[in-house]
């Protein structure tokens, strides 16, 4: 286990709805990726957060958005869902920046109908 | 364009011979690289890291070959076991900040 949780396990959402899905790192870091995994690929990076700042993110619409908390915890939310947002979201937290393991979490397997 | 990518979708080994997992990548900045596991249901699991000063990394059962000329890396898998059963990605940080791109993933599968 890596210490890093993620809920919920499974989530079903229909077009249009908004979620929102939340990771708690490993204790005492202080940044925090989310992915997108679709079913058969490798993890896409949607954005980063360090200490409650977001610090880049890849090719995702506004639509994706996140927060960090104080405690290094941290949301990923999604609106206006679409078809293709159905994934497997992971988190990954790791201690300061590059150069240091991620260990990411068990995931979120979202569904959209 | 940066990409990192796997040669073959499935590798199907025998218990007990030796698993090799290509990975090639363009992006001749990287300086470090990372294979993964990802067994169903759970999420990736760090197995080993070769940086691109070296060509060589060995770790419990498992080698990491770096060949900088090409761009190809190999994770090789000694005596595979039923519990190696996954999918294996290769990865490698776009930035300073070590946000991670991923290959597709090989699903080896061991066969008694």
């Known amino acids: 286990e890596t210490g890093v949780t993620q809920s919920p396990t499974h989530l079903i959402k229909t077009r249009g709805q908004q979620v929102t899905l939340r990771c708690s790192s490993q204790?005492?870091?202080?940044?925090v990726s989310w992915y997108q995994q679709a079913l058969g690929q490798g993890p896409q990076f949607i954005f980063q957060?360090?200490?409650?700042?977001?610090?880049g993110r890849g090719n995702f619409p506004p639509r994706f958005s996140g927060l960090q908390f104080p405690n290094y915890s941290s949301e990923l939310n999604v609106n206006a869902l679409e078809l293709d947002d159905s994934a497997l979201y992971l988190c990954?937290?790791?201690?300061?920046?590059?150069?240091?393991?991620?260990?990411f979490g068990p995931g979120t397997r979202l569904t959209v109908l | 364009g940066e990409s990192v990518g796997l040669h073959l979708p499935t590798l199907s080994v025998q218990e007990g011979d030796n698993s090799i997992i290509n990975c090639a990548y363009s992006?001749?900045?990287?300086?470090?690289f990372i294979w993964y596991k990802q067994e169903s249901g759970k999420g990736p699991q760090f197995i080993i890291d070769?940086?691109?000063?070296?060509d060589k990394r060995q770790g419990q059962r498992v080698t990491v070959l770096l060949n900088k000329t090409v761009k190809h890396l190999s994770l090789q898998i000694a005596a595979t076991q039923p519990g190696d059963s996954a999918v294996y990605f290769c990865?490698?940080?776009?930035?300073?900040?070590?946000?991670?791109?991923f290959g597709a993933g090989t699903q080896v599968v061991v066969t008694p």
């Open positions: 992006n001749s900045a990287s300086d470090y």
């Open positions: 990954a937290s790791s201690l300061e920046i590059a150069g240091n393991e991620q260990f």
């Open positions: 957060y360090y200490r409650e700042e977001e610090n």
């Open positions: 204790s005492g870091h202080n940044t």
């Open positions: 070769i940086r691109s000063n070296m």
């Open positions: 990865a490698a940080p776009t930035d300073s900040w070590g946000k991670l791109q």
